[in-house]
């Protein structure tokens, strides 16, 4: 197995990092602000990014990239924004267990949007998933 083009490693290993984003992010909310620790957040991530692009090699010059480029990059930094800010607000009154699974009813979402924006096409085994997923989004949020 090459991990540098196995897109399931990678998948996993961002799975991992979001469970671990889940509960370091519950344990520092604690006594501030939601936005604010979002703020923050993405300052290290943009520090820490910069840093790893610049050592790697792969910085390239930002301007050279196609105008389309830029709109969905923008919109898609713009959607991360609004997530992450949604994110810690639940968690910030949620328990990691109950919010962390519901915030992956994004699975189902990216779904039915990949079928209509992007012409994907998953078969029966890959929809029989993603409507699990979905149960048990509803089975989270049903009230005791």
């Known amino acids: 197995m090459t991990t ?24 520092g909310l604690k006594g501030v602000d939601s936005d604010f620790a979002t703020l923050i957040r993405t300052a290290v991530i943009i520090v820490v990014l910069t840093a790893f ?16 480029t830029w709109l969905f990059l923008t ?5 991360t924004g609004a997530s992450w800010v949604c994110y810690f607000r639940a968690l ?12 992956k009813f994004s699975l189902v979402l990216v779904a039915i949007f990949a079928f209509v924006f992007l012409g994907e096409r998953p078969g029966a085994r ?3 998933g993603i409507l699990m997923v979905g149960a048990g989004v509803v089975v989270l949020g049903l009230k005791k």
């Open 126 to 128: 890959e929809w029989l």
């Open 4 to 27: 540098a083009g196995n897109w399931f490693f990678w998948a996993a290993m961002s799975a991992f990092f979001a469970a671990l984003t889940a509960i370091f992010a519950k344990i």
């Open 92 to 103: 910030q009154i949620g328990d990691a267990s109950k919010v962390a699974p519901v915030d």
């Open 75 to 79: 919109l898609s930094g713009l959607a």
């Open 53 to 68: 692009v610049v050592a790697t090699g792969k910085w390239s010059n930002p301007w050279a990239l196609q105008n389309k």
